[in-house]
């Protein structure tokens, strides 16, 4: 089984940084996509960015600018710089992976970490 846990949040003031990070636990093949979604209260979840195996990146238009989507293979992480943090950025941050298990099938599977708190506020 894989399991990705994420880390990083916390409480920060506007105009602050915060470096999220997704690691992976368990044996696959290899990683399809990889994104962070967010979810803030009263409001449905979001896609935050997206980076692909060629390490293609794509922003929500919310964040161009500010937040940096990256992945280090060798380590099995993703993670996501939020600089110029806004109070509107205040979310729980999911990543979100789709994994190919077996080298047999392109196949993926979706796979979310439990979440992480990301608090903006002075």
């Known amino acids: 089984q894989v399991h990705l846990v994420e880390s990083g949040g916390g409480l920060v003031q506007p105009g602050g940084s915060l470096r999220l990070s997704c690691a992976a636990s368990g044996a696959f093949f290899s990683i399809n996509a990889m994104a962070w979604h967010r979810q803030a209260p009263g409001k449905e979840r979001e896609l935050v960015a997206t980076?692909?195996?060629?390490?293609?990146?794509n922003y929500a238009d919310s964040v161009k600018g500010r937040f940096t989507i990256s992945r280090d293979n060798a380590k099995n992480t993703m993670y996501l710089q939020m600089n110029s943090l806004k109070p509107e950025d205040t979310a729980v941050y999911y990543c979100?992976?789709?994994?190919?298990?077996?080298?047999?099938?392109?196949?993926?599977?979706?796979?979310w970490g439990q979440g992480t708190q990301v608090t903006v506020s002075s």
């Open positions: 979100n992976w789709n994994i190919r298990r077996y080298s047999y099938t392109p196949r993926g599977f979706d796979y």
């Open positions: 980076i692909t195996s060629g390490d293609r990146t």
